[in-house]
Nanobody
Framework: QVQLVESGGGAVQSGGSLRLSCAAS????????MGWFRQASGKKREGVVI???????GYADDVKGRFTVSQDNAKNTLYLQMNSLAPEDTAMYYC??????????????????????WGQGTQVTVSS
């Protein structure tokens, strides 16, 4: 099991930027596949980006070129740099982790977010 704690959300104007953080603690093997997901009010949870310990990264089409995921393994922290934010990016953002061996399994989670471990979420609100 791993514990995930997100931070960095807030309110910004359209075109602004935010950086989300996800601090992970617990069994390191549980975080071989990590991802950021979001859920807008009244909508299903959707994948934003996944990252595998082998180096593979997969982004949802609507955030490509605007969002960038990174990891600081020394700090056991996952980041999401979000630029050119738009009102449609408004959502609760969640960090997730699962012990998946292969990148292909991890990439599938972008569309089927059945992760083992979830954080509590951090709210991002973008105003026009």
């Amino acid at each position: 099991q791993v514990q995930l704690v997100e931070s960095g959300g807030g309110a910004v104007q359209s075109g602004g930027s935010l950086r989300l953080s996800c601090a992970a603690s617990g069994y390191p093997g549980s975080t071989s596949c990590m991802g950021w997901f979001r859920q807008a009010s009244g909508k299903k949870r959707e994948g934003v980006v996944i990252i595998h310990s082998g180096g593979g990264v997969g982004y949802a089409d609507d955030v490509k070129g605007r969002f960038t995921v990174s990891q600081d393994n020394a700090k056991n922290t996952l980041y999401l740099q979000m630029n050119s934010l738009a009102p449609e990016d408004t959502a609760m953002y969640y960090c997730a982790a699962s012990p998946l061996r292969y990148y292909s399994e991890c990439y599938e989670k972008l569309r089927d977010p059945s992760f083992s471990n979830w954080g509590q979420g951090t709210q991002v609100t973008v105003s026009s």
